[in-house]
């Protein structure tokens, strides 16, 4: 009874006389995606990625204090080696590659026994205070400072000349240590395990839709209108010649697609289902109007609770995510409305043949004679 007394009329519209607009539509809207596919797949794998919190927000305080201490020292960021410390032909190995270190572009100082203290000093001289801020037990310790932020083209550079210099000397027998060194393996590990974990969740879900609908062009289509619109929206930082944070990346190309998805089964679902009754235009005017309503309604709450995250944290990388998810919404909604109805009519062919079951109405080539005449 309580349902009862507080149910009111439905504030959106029933979209029968708008989904006829949508189906002029499809048409246009499917070439012209057609045409964006292929470079939104190739600059979406192509974006300046951000791998660790380098990119603060120009607002925040930790920014702001970064900021002043670069203005004030130069930026300079620390590359630590470790290299095994043994007699005194391993002092003369040091100095040499300290030499080496010395020449790498962008290195400004090179900080070990040799260059502080001297090759020809025995380490018995001096006090243990001094020793031990460049030896261990087993190792020597040698720091090369950078003039280069702690991540990018440029510090990946540098980091890579480091480690082939050391490895010229002491092979694999040496450790670097370091924020850039962290972010440059961070890049190569995450880089690999990004097409795994697409892999799997698009034959996760290839896999769910298949058995569902018992059809192997469904998914196929389903998984194709989102993905598309995810490439789109990963492709925009690249052509706005910004960067993106790589944990959005990871994120929004798992979330956006398990979230979505849904917008098209259920699009689908009914197209499926009226079209065993009604031929293809008429089946996807009525789809239009049974389902578009409920998309809007669940696409506009993931979009603005992803656009308000993005407005209200101060965090960027929070703020940044909220954004990417936002987009994606607004992006797959605008695939599924228009996109997939195009792909549906153009294979419905094809969906009916591999589909088992499917039993879609046959739609007759010729009109009988007399149909014409009122």
């Given at each position: 009874k309580a349902l009862d007394k507080t149910r009111h009329r439905p504030l959106l519209p029933s979209f029968s006389k708008f989904s006829k607009f949508l189906s002029k539509l499809k048409v246009p809207v499917f070439i012209l995606i057609i045409?964006?596919?292929?470079?939104?797949?190739?600059?979406?794998?192509?974006?300046?990625?951000?791998?660790?919190?380098?990119?603060?927000?120009?607002?925040?305080?930790?920014?702001?204090?970064?900021?002043?201490?670069?203005?004030?020292?130069?930026?300079?960021?620390?590359?630590?080696?470790?290299?095994?410390?043994g007699e005194v032909t391993e002092k003369?190995?040091?100095?040499?590659?300290?030499?080496?270190?010395e020449q790498i572009e962008h290195v400004t100082q090179v900080v070990s026994y040799s260059s502080m203290v001297g090759s020809t000093?025995?380490?018995?001289?001096?006090?243990?205070?001094?020793?031990?801020?460049?030896?261990?037990d087993n190792y020597s310790r040698t720091i090369v400072y950078a003039d280069t932020?702690?991540?990018?083209?440029?510090?990946?550079?540098?980091?890579?000349?480091?480690?082939?210099?050391a490895a010229e000397y002491y092979g694999e027998a040496y450790y670097s240590l370091g924020s850039s060194v962290n972010l440059l393996d961070m890049k190569n590990i995450v880089s690999e395990d990004n097409n795994f974990v697409n892999f799997i969740a698009i034959a996760a879900i290839f896999l769910v839709i298949m058995v569902t609908y018992r059809s192997l062009s469904i998914p196929i289509l389903l998984v194709l209108t989102i993905e598309t619109a995810i490439w789109i929206n990963l492709a925009i930082p690249y052509f706005n010649d910004s960067s993106?944070?790589?944990?959005?990346?990871?994120?929004?190309?798992?979330v956006?697609?398990?979230?979505?998805?849904?917008?098209?089964?259920?699009?689908t679902d009914h197209y499926v289902e009226n079209r065993k009754m009604l031929g293809k235009k008429q089946a996807l005017s009525k789809t239009y109007t049974d389902t578009l309503r409920s998309i809007l309604v669940s696409s506009s709450i993931l979009a603005s609770a992803s656009f308000s995250l993005a407005l209200v944290s101060t965090n960027?990388?929070?703020?940044?995510?909220g954004m990417l998810l936002g987009r994606g919404t607004l992006l797959s909604l605008f695939t599924v409305v228009l996109f997939l109805p195009a792909l549906l009519t153009i294979f419905d062919g094809f969906i009916s043949k591999t589909t088992m079951k499917a039993n879609f109405l046959r739609e007759p080539k010729y009109l009988i004679k007399g149909d014409n005449q009122k």
């Open positions: 045409l964006i596919t292929v470079p939104a797949f190739l600059a979406q794998s192509n974006s300046k990625f951000v791998y660790g919190p380098s990119d603060l927000g120009k607002g925040s305080k930790v920014a702001w204090d970064k900021e002043k201490i670069e203005d004030r020292f130069g930026a300079s960021t620390p590359i630590v080696l470790l290299t095994p410390r003369a190995k040091l100095e040499e590659m300290t030499c080496d270190l000093i025995p380490d018995e001289y001096l006090d243990s205070e001094i020793t031990k801020t460049f030896y261990s932020p702690t991540e990018g083209d440029i510090a990946f550079s540098v980091v890579e000349k480091v480690q082939e210099t993106l944070n790589f944990l959005g990346y990871l994120v929004v190309n798992t956006q697609l398990g979230a979505t998805v849904d917008y098209a089964i259920l699009f960027s990388i929070v703020s940044e995510l």
